[in-house]
């Protein structure tokens, strides 16, 4: 992605919404050659994290959110564990990398990423319930 896209993006980002959240980016820990995620191919990854420069596009965001009044919250994905946490009952549960859909044992189902971004929202007491969180899916 080139830096004019970056700019793009960012600017469509901060004209639309007014609460940007995103989960924690270690970039040194998906670049370094030591210990990767078994699912991804590390020389892949170094080159796509590195060409993307996602550390930029996020710095991009969160000042154009900012400048227009919004918000940027940066959510501890460790602590949250967004992938793992049931956004409706919060059970976490640890699931395999492969697994692409949430499908939690109190009945609450959706698309993995969906879900995440609800965890986050619950996490950064956007929202309060679970019955806030099946209004907004
Ligand atoms: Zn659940």
């Known amino acids: 992605m080139t830096r004019k ?17 995103s989960e924690e980016l270690d970039i040194k820990q998906m670049t370094r050659g030591d210990n990767p995620p078994a699912i991804y191919n ?19 965001i969160r000042y154009k959110v900012e400048e227009t009044g919004g918000r940027h919250e940066e959510v501890e994905t460790k602590k949250v564990k967004t ?19 949430h499908d939690c044992t109190c009945g609450y189902a959706m698309k993995p990423d969906a879900a ?22």
């Not at 992938?83 to 859909?101: I, M, N």
């Open 5 to 21: 896209r970056h700019h793009q993006l960012s600017h469509d980002i901060a004209k639309e919404y007014a609460l940007f959240a």
């Open 42 to 60: 590390k020389t892949a990854l170094n080159r796509s994290s590195l060409d993307n420069m996602p550390a930029k596009l996020m710095g991009m």
């Open 83 to 101: 992938s793992q946490r049931c956004p409706d009952c919060l059970v976490t549960k640890k699931k395999p990398l492969e697994v692409r859909h």
């Open 116 to 137: 995440s971004g609800l965890v986050m929202l619950r996490g950064l007491g956007v929202l309060h319930s679970r019955i806030e969180t099946l209004l907004v899916v």
